[in-house]
């Protein structure tokens, strides 16, 4: 019996205070976080108005033309509950014009570049809110790769990567996000009628369970298949891990001299503070 | 013979030991005020933890010209003192290192003989090993320090309790790890436990200061503690703030414990070592 289940209150405290920690001793007191609509987005808001206070908090909803009003209504949902600061910045004129350069532009281009444009608007106000942007990503799409590289994934810290989807749902409940966010199918929205588990191919409650294993419990994708999940499931998801890799480090520099950036010049990012 | 520890349960600037020196200083006041007469910091607790290449800057060698060192051997004429450190020997190795100040003097410094280099930790990377486990006298009674992962070994408690000491002066920068259902990290929960088993079965005070604080993603969970002889907890820190936890302790109480459970007595180190070289000359 694979039991994710995590203790709320202690993941709380944790949380809350890496966020308080790090923003101020980086020399910020605010934040700025995306806000999707989603359980991701809402959860990484809600941790960090406990951390700093609604009021330096900067909560931006960036829809797109074919961005559900669900998904809006669920940030504003978010925003009221909390009362922090808010912005809406349609990005529909920032990507517009690139799409229609390229009248067969597929989805997953579109996407990438919704997710890039979102990025630029979200550290562009963070530098006018003198804040810090507050990723959103949870370990589950961390270690699948779901993510897009400097889109969604870039941020100055991240709370959840940690936590993997169904334990970003039980923290969410548990701290008061509202549950129609927490209960409805996950989705990035960036195409109509798309889901992250259709998608993927998978849901996240089987995913969770099988990546737990793998990387937390470090069996072998055979022990996987022996504890009863799928030997395709099994092949398929850890070639993802693998695959995405590239997603999860720095993009290596070609060592030339004796001390380099990366190998041998080591600091944490918290270097005299 | 009662005596109040102070369990300076404290966050940390990662590589500014001024900084540092300065908050070891104002504890030492308060702990002085409050009628502490030891007080104990965690692990590295003037440098910091996840050094990396800030190591060799800021090693220092624990003597009275050196200025950290003068500043807080001056305090030790004021209650006793354990600090963590960067010791950086003549030959400029580096150790993770506690050293015990009384009355102005450097009474013991311990290098962490275990050094994690797994998982999360990378010690073996940046500090040489230490090499000596050995208690030492104190004005309390016989003592010894170990340095986090020195614990996790059950050799370096199991000797110094054999080299005599009978107060265990436990220091740790311990990143928590391993959230489950419990209110407490599976890291911080396994700790404990040891410490109370220690405490147990050597029949001793064991002492265990750990900090609070962040270093980018890693939490340090404090929640430091005292045990008393028979395995009963004395007194807890709270977890992830920082705090001054005083807990008086009566050695008295080794007398009644060994007492009536003679342990130490019964211990059979002859065959201890006899065994040892069998299996070490075996191996």
Same mark, same amino acid.
């Given at each position: 019996? $694979? ?70 209504? %669920? ?129 996240? #409650? ?38 995405? %890799? ?28 | ?38 007080? $104990? ?12 290449? $800030? ?70 990377? =940046? ?12 004005? =309390? ?60 079965? =050597?029949?001793? =005070? ?42 008086? $302790? ?19 180190? #002859? ?13």
């Amino acid at each position: 019996m $694979i039991d994710l289940t995590i203790h709320t209150d202690l993941a709380q405290t944790i949380l809350i205070g890496f966020l308080h920690t790090e923003i101020t001793r980086a020399g910020f007191s605010r934040a700025v976080v995306g806000l999707s609509g989603g359980v991701d987005s809402a959860l990484s808001c809600y941790l960090v108005a406990r951390a700093l206070g609604s009021e330096n908090v900067l909560a931006v909803r960036m829809p797109y033309k074919s961005s559900s009003q669900d998904s809006l209504d %669920h940030a504003q949902a978010v925003i009221d509950a909390l009362g922090v600061q808010s912005l809406t910045i349609p990005i529909t004129e920032m990507v517009q014009p690139y799409f229609d350069r390229y009248p067969d532009i597929g989805q997953v281009r579109r996407g990438n570049i919704m997710a890039r444009a979102r990025m630029i608007v979200l550290y562009d106000q963070s530098e006018v809110f003198d804040g810090l942007v507050v990723g959103t990503g949870n370990k589950t799409e961390i270690l699948l790769g779901y993510t897009t590289l400097f889109g969604d994934s870039a941020c100055a810290l991240n709370p959840l990567g940690d936590l993997y989807k169904t334990q970003v749902r039980q923290l969410a409940l548990a701290m008061g996000v509202p549950e129609v966010i927490v209960q409805k199918p996950p989705t990035a929205d960036l195409w109509k009628g798309q889901t992250d588990e259709g998608e993927l191919g998978f849901t996240y #409650a089987e995913v969770d369970k099988l990546l737990y294993l793998l990387v937390d419990q470090r069996y072998t994708p055979e022990d996987c298949v022996q504890a009863g999940f799928g030997e395709a499931f099994v092949r398929l998801v850890v070639q993802r891990i693998r695959r995405n %890799h590239f997603k999860r480090i720095l993009p290596p520099i070609a060592k030339l001299s004796n001390r380099t950036v990366g190998y041998d010049f080591l600091y944490l990012r918290d270097w005299g503070t | 013979m009662k005596l109040t520890l102070a369990l300076a349960q404290i966050n940390t600037r990662l590589g500014d030991v001024q900084a540092n020196l300065e908050k070891h200083l104002a504890l030492a006041k308060e702990a002085q005020a409050s009628g502490a007469d030891l007080l $104990i910091f965690p692990e590295l607790s003037l440098t910091g933890y996840v050094l990396q290449d $800030i190591t060799s800057t800021v090693a220092r060698h624990p003597t009275p010209d050196e200025p950290i060192f003068h500043s807080l051997l001056e305090a030790s004429q004021g209650l006793d003192m354990v600090v963590g450190f960067v010791d950086e020997d003549r030959r400029h190795r580096f150790y993770i290192s506690s050293a015990y100040l009384s009355r102005g003097e450097v009474l013991h410094v311990h290098h962490k003989v275990y050094l994690p280099t797994y998982g999360l930790f990378d010690e073996g990377r =940046f500090f040489a090993w230490g090499d000596s486990v050995q208690a030492f006298d104190t004005r =309390f009674g016989r003592a010894g320090i170990l340095i986090c992962e020195d614990f996790w070994h059950a050799s370096p408690p199991y000797l110094l309790w054999l080299d005599g000491a009978d107060l265990f002066l436990f220091t740790s920068a311990s990143p928590g790890r391993g959230l489950r259902t419990e209110p407490q990290l599976e890291s911080a929960r396994w700790v404990e436990l040891v410490n109370s088993a220690y405490a147990s079965l =050597f029949t001793s =005070f064991v002492v265990h200061v750990n900090r609070v604080g962040y270093e980018d993603g890693l939490n340090f969970w404090g929640g430091s503690t005292v045990f008393d002889p028979d395995g009963e907890l004395l007194a807890r820190g709270p977890a992830y703030q920082e705090a001054l936890t005083l807990a008086e $302790i009566d050695m008295n109480q080794l007398h009644r414990t060994r007492a009536r459970l003679p342990l130490l007595r019964d211990e059979r180190t #002859a065959l201890v070592l006899r065994e040892m070289q069998r299996i070490v000359g075996n191996s």
